[in-house]
């Protein structure tokens, strides 16, 4: 490990060297470690496994999923990039409209790849993004992520809000688990 580079809701972000890869890597982990709640360490894992099953140019690419001293971590791929709530903070003025419209093309693909694959984001939010030195946005932070199969276990329960307030969809934002899906991510969109 290297540097911690962010905290978030449950989870630190560290820049590191992967000794088995040799190479730098994006060090994901759950802050509260191996005392992290079962619920915790599933929707971490879950999180990790459906980020696998994703493979586009504007999703942060998984390198490795595994576990040490009892901490599971996700590896991903770094990028030189800014969180886009962080970059529209420090602007004094508006990113141009058609700047605006390519980040929109791009994290719509973005979603369409996620949901062809049955994966809901659930939290497409201004700091769900990174914006690349290229100009292209990166959706990040699926740790709210819904497999629309009903077949497999959630992690969610109903009648809890999950996500940003004021990007979630009505029935996010009132825990209506049931009725959430791609146009929930739609909405988000919409909003950033």
Do not use: W
């Not at 942060?60 to 971590?73: D, K, W």
Request: hydrophobic content about 40%; glycine content about 10%; overall charge negative.
């Amino acid at each position: 490990i290297q540097a911690e580079l962010e905290r978030g809701t449950g989870y630190a972000l560290y820049s590191a060297m992967h000794s088995g890869l040799g190479r730098p890597v994006l060090l994901k982990v759950i802050t509260a470690g191996a005392s992290a709640t079962p619920q915790a360490r599933q929707r971490f894992v879950q999180e990790a496994a459906l980020l696998r099953t994703l493979d586009h140019p504007s999703v942060q690419t998984v390198l490795e999923v595994g576990e040490a001293a009892g901490q599971p971590y996700v590896a991903l791929e770094p990028a030189q990039a800014q969180r886009l709530s962080v970059l529209l903070q420090q602007r004094t003025d508006p990113l141009p409209a058609m700047t605006v419209a390519q980040i929109a093309l791009h994290l719509a693909g973005a979603l369409e790849h996620a949901h062809e694959r049955g994966v809901v984001h659930r939290d497409v939010s201004l700091g769900s993004v990174l914006l690349q030195s290229n100009g292209v946005p990166l959706l990040t932070d699926f740790g709210y992520t819904k497999d629309v199969d009903p077949s497999l276990p959630g992690v969610a329960q109903t009648g809890r809000c999950m996500g940003t307030p004021g990007y979630s969809a009505p029935e996010q934002a009132t825990g209506q688990i049931a009725l959430i899906g791609p146009a929930s991510d739609i909405y988000g969109l919409g909003a950033v």
